[in-house]
Every structure is written in C-alpha cells, then in structure tokens.
C-alpha cells in the first residue's frame, strides 16, 4: 500500500466548476510533487514544493493553483479547465528536497475528466 | 535539461522468456531510479543506482548503471504475467524517460 494518499480517485467537473485535489503523506518527507500523466505519456511534473514553500513551477496555466498548509498536505486547486486537462494527476514525495529529489513515492492518482 | 531516451518503447513477449530494457541519455546522472506503474495507478519505485558500473538484483529483476553514469539497463530473467506494465526510468532532476511497455503474456 502505498503511504501517499490521494483523494478524490475519480472527478468529473465541468469547465465552470471549482474543485480541489488532495495527497497527504505521514513519512516526514519535506519535499512534495503533482505531476499530470496523459494515456500512454509519462508523467510529466507539474509543481514542486521544498520545505512547504513552491520552489518549481513548469509553465502551468494559473486554472491550476497548488497550495501546501503544512509539510504532510498538498492540494491543487482546479477552476475553468479544459477538456483537454482530463488526466491522472499523481501526488509524489521525497525525502530529499528539490534540487536533489533522489527517489519518489507515489499516490495512486486522482483520475480527472473535464466536461 | 537531463533528457532521458527508453528504448524499447514497447515490448510484448511470453512467458519464461528474459528482456532488457535500456535508458540512455547525454548527461551524467548522480542517481537513476527505475519505476513500475501499473494501469490507472502511480509509478512504484523498484531501485535507485548511484554508483557507476553499480549492479543491482531485485529478485528476477537486475539493474546496471553505466560506468560513466549516463545510462542503464534493467533486465528480467523469466518473465511473468505479473511483470506487466509500464518501466520508467527518471534522473535526479525529476524528469522521467517515455518507459516501456511492457506485457508478458501467459
């Protein structure tokens, strides 16, 4: 089992609606992730957060928002997004922070569908 | 930017046969890690290498780092079903290779 935890699994929204994505992890891990994963794609990073406070942002358009309230919580926050965002979103932690990641533990995924 | 190249990009072979994955790239790494995902679920890390010409065994599963830290392998002896699915490798700047799918059939 993994000891990332994701929630929700599965989202449907429409291109109007607000919602969030959550991961939490209890490892002590000081460095977390959300990479978006398209079908048959690899995953492709998103946003780091170092010591709780975001040290990379890939050129995401701002209908993504990230937020860390503290070292075991992030949440990504989704408004007026496109049906061309649906994707696995994948939560990750390390242990070793940002520039030196070393190894990821993954969430399951929350599995998004824009409408 | 650390670009990581997977080849090959799919695999499909039977049971009980043995297979090498490779990940190669242009920039020197300190580490490499291999990752298993499954369908509809996050990448699982199987191994990390750090040293060069390092070898590493995980059961069927054995992984090599390259002498000069810029690529390496990971081989199956005896494949089986449940080795299915997709082998990402990803350097320390936490950008992964495309991977290989992989499907053992029974």
């Known amino acids: 089992d993994t000891e990332v935890t994701q929630t929700p699994k599965h989202l449907v929204m429409g291109m109007t609606n607000k919602k969030s994505l959550k991961c939490e992890q209890h490892?002590?891990?000081?460095?977390m992730y959300w990479y978006k994963q398209k079908a048959k794609k690899p995953p492709e990073l998103m946003f780091v957060?170092?010591?709780?406070?975001?040290?990379i942002n890939e050129s995401v358009p701002s209908r993504f928002s990230p937020e860390c309230p503290n070292s075991s919580l992030l949440n990504l926050h989704l408004h007026a997004l496109q049906p061309e965002d649906s994707a696995l979103y994948l939560c990750?932690?390390?242990?070793?922070?940002?520039?030196?990641?070393?190894?990821?533990?993954f969430g399951e995924g929350s599995r998004l569908t824009v409408l | 930017t650390q670009l990581l190249e997977q080849s090959p990009q799919f695999l499909s072979i039977q049971e009980g046969e043995n297979l090498t994955v490779y990940c190669n790239s242009s920039?020197?790494?300190?580490?490499l890690q291999w990752y298993r995902q499954e369908p509809g679920e996050g990448p699982v890390l199987l191994v990390t290498?750090?040293?060069?010409?390092e070898v590493k065994k995980l059961k069927r599963l054995t992984f090599q780092f390259g002498d000069a830290r810029k690529d390496s392998s990971l081989h199956i002896t005896a494949a089986q079903p449940g080795d299915t699915g997709l082998y990402l490798c990803?350097?320390?700047?936490?950008?992964f290779g495309k991977g290989t799918k992989l499907t053992v059939n029974p």
């Open positions: 990803a350097g320390e700047k936490l950008v």
């Open positions: 290498v750090v040293t060069g010409g």
């Open positions: 957060y170092s010591y709780e406070k975001l040290s």
């Open positions: 990750a932690s390390s242990h070793l922070a940002h520039p030196v990641a070393g190894e990821l533990f």
């Open positions: 920039s020197v790494f300190s580490s």
């Open positions: 490892m002590g891990h000081r460095a």
